[in-house]
C-alpha cells in the first residue's frame, strides 16, 4: 500500500533532482556520455542473491541515467553492456545476460518511442544469439527516426579489436586504390570505426569504485573526462548521473592548450 511517508520521499526526490538540474550548465552539457556499468554482481552477493539478480535490477539505472541525460540534452549515451571478454563468464550468467537483452529491449521498445529515443548498437553482433541479434535490430529499424537522444549497446564490443578492424579495412581500401595513404588522418580512421555517426566521447563514467578503461573506447575517449563514482550500477539514479555532469562542468577541458589560451580563444 502506497503511505503517505512513500509520497514525501517521492517529492524529496524530485526536489533533489530539481535542483542538481538547476545547478548544471545547459549550455555546456556533454554531447557524449560513456557509461562503464560496474558492480551489478557485488551489489547481488551484498544481498545473498545470485550475480544475474544484479544485471536484471541494473535496468532500473539504464532507464534513469537515459532520461537524466535527455532531460538535460546530452544526445548520446554509449553503455558497455557485453565485452568480447565477457564470454568467459560462466555459461549461465551469459545466457541469462543475453535472455535478458532480448526481454529488456521487447518491453522497453514502447518507452523508447514515447521518449524519442533512437536505438543503436556497435561491436561484432554477429556473434551474439540469433535471438538477440533479430530484436536488436528490429529495435533499431523502429527507432531510426527517434531524434532526442541516441542510446548505443556497445555488445561483443572490445576497443582493441575495434581498432584491429578499422585498420584492415582501411588496408583493404589503400590495396584496392580506393584510398591513398597519404589521405590517411584522424578523419580517415574515425569514419571506419564502429562510433562513425556518434559525436565524441566527452565523459566517461564508470561505477563501483573501479577506476580502470576495461578495453573500452580507447580511440573515442582520448580528450574525454573521466568520473568515477563508488556507488555500484544498480544504486546508480538520476541524481548521480546529475552530478557527474556537475564535476565536468568544474573541469577545464584544455585539449593540449594553456589555461590563459582557453580564457582568450582568440589569440
Known amino acids: 500500500m502506497y503511505t503517505p511517508l512513500e509520497d514525501q520521499r517521492v517529492l524529496q526526490n524530485l526536489d533533489k533532482k530539481m535542483n542538481k538540474i538547476l545547478n548544471i550548465n545547459l549550455q555546456k552539457v556533454p ?45 548520446a549515451v554509449t553503455l558497455y553492456t557485453f565485452s568480447t ?31 524519442n529515443v533512437k536505438i543503436g548498437a556497435i561491436g561484432d553482433i554477429s556473434n551474439l544469439p540469433k535471438k538477440a ?7 533499431i529499424e523502429e527507432t531510426k527516426n527517434n531524434s532526442k537522444i541516441t542510446l548505443t549497446f556497445a555488445l561483443n ?11 584492415k579495412n582501411i588496408s583493404k581500401k589503400v590495396v584496392n586504390n580506393e584510398l591513398q595513404i597519404e589521405e590517411i588522418d584522424e578523419k580517415v580512421i574515425n569514419n571506419h570505426l564502429y562510433t562513425f555517426n556518434l559525436p565524441e566521447v566527452d565523459l566517461m563514467i564508470r561505477t563501483s569504485g573501479e ?55 582568440n589569440e
Open 31 to 75: 554531447q557524449h556520455v560513456a557509461i562503464i556499468m560496474d558492480g551489478n554482481g557485488r551489489w547481488a552477493k551484498g544481498k545473498g542473491m545470485e550475480r544475474v539478480f544484479g544485471h536484471r535490477n541494473a535496468l532500473t539505472s539504464i532507464r534513469e541515467s537515459v532520461e537524466a541525460a535527455s532531460d538535460i540534452g546530452v544526445k
Open 133 to 139: 541479434q533479430k530484436i536488436l535490430a528490429t529495435v
Open 157 to 167: 564490443y572490445g576497443s582493441r579489436e575495434e581498432i584491429v578492424n578499422t585498420i
Open 211 to 265: 577506476q580502470r578503461i576495461s578495453n573500452f573506447l580507447l580511440w573515442q575517449i582520448a580528450y574525454a573526462e573521466f568520473y568515477f563514482i563508488d556507488v555500484l550500477w544498480p544504486d546508480f539514479r538520476k541524481n548521480d548521473f546529475f552530478d557527474a555532469i556537475i564535476e565536468y562542468q568544474h573541469r577545464e577541458r584544455r585539449f593540449g592548450k594553456t589555461s590563459e589560451q582557453i580564457e582568450t580563444p
Open 85 to 115: 571478454e565477457n564470454w568467459n563468464r560462466p555459461k549461465y550468467e551469459v545466457n541469462a545476460l543475453m535472455s535478458l537483452l532480448v526481454s529488456a529491449l521487447k518491453n522497453e521498445l514502447p518507452n523508447f518511442h514515447k521518449d
